[in-house]
């Protein structure tokens, strides 16, 4: 992670625009620089700009065939599967063969009350075409929710149609569902 936090980037047409970029930050890791990680999200607050976040958050989130997802690259304080208090999924589409596992990730990730908030196109945003993967297979419904979530307490499950204004390819009427859970 570089020293300095909020980078200043030229925009055409926008003038500068400063905001923080964190990139596979590791959390988990004993190497992960959490003193100056917490300066840069400070100041990023303070001086009322964005932050985004690309790739991993944790070292945990490595794939099989990922050096790093090795359990001894992980502070022992994350060695347990319930540490964070709410997951936010938004338009987060998956093959089927691996979806319903990493749904199941996702709950055991909770803490007991943890809240996870999920929203994401319907089988029917096929018709609507503003937006979401081309293939039915990777699209959701209410039923394929409430069966990937049965071992938590659904709040809210909702299929409706909305309108979207995210810019060219995403703009318009679009069919999605929003899940709101509690972990049990």
């Known amino acids: ?3 300095t936090s909020v980078i200043v980037h030229e925009i ?4 500068n625009y400063r905001f923080l970029l964190l990139s596979d930050i590791h959390w988990d890791n004993p190497k992960c620089n959490r003193k100056l990680l917490k300066r840069h999200l400070e100041e990023a607050k ?3 700009h964005p932050i985004l976040i ?10 099989k065939k990922d050096r790093r997802a090795n359990k001894e690259t992980v502070r022992p304080e994350h060695e347990v599967v319930n540490y964070f208090d709410a997951v936010i999924a938004i338009f987060l589409h998956l093959p089927p063969f691996i979806r319903p596992m990493v749904h199941l ?3 055991q990730c909770l803490k007991s009350g ?5 929203q994401t196109f319907h089988k029917n945003q096929l018709e609507y075409g503003t ?3 081309k293939l039915v297979e990777m699209l959701y419904t209410a039923d394929m929710l409430r069966k990937d979530f049965r071992d938590a307490h659904i ?3 909702e299929e409706t149609v909305l309108e979207l204004n995210e810019g060219a390819f995403h703009e318009g009427p679009a069919a999605v569902i929003n899940l709101t859970l509690r972990k049990n």
């Open 46 to 48: 303070e001086g009322g």
């Open 1 to 3: 992670m570089a020293e």
């Open 114 to 118: 943890g809240i996870l908030i999920m």
């Open 131 to 133: 937006g979401g993967p």
């Open 155 to 157: 709040l809210e499950l």
């Open 54 to 63: 690309n790739g991993d958050l944790l070292d945990l989130m490595g794939g």
């Open 12 to 15: 055409k047409g926008w003038g």
């Open 105 to 107: 990730s996702m709950l």
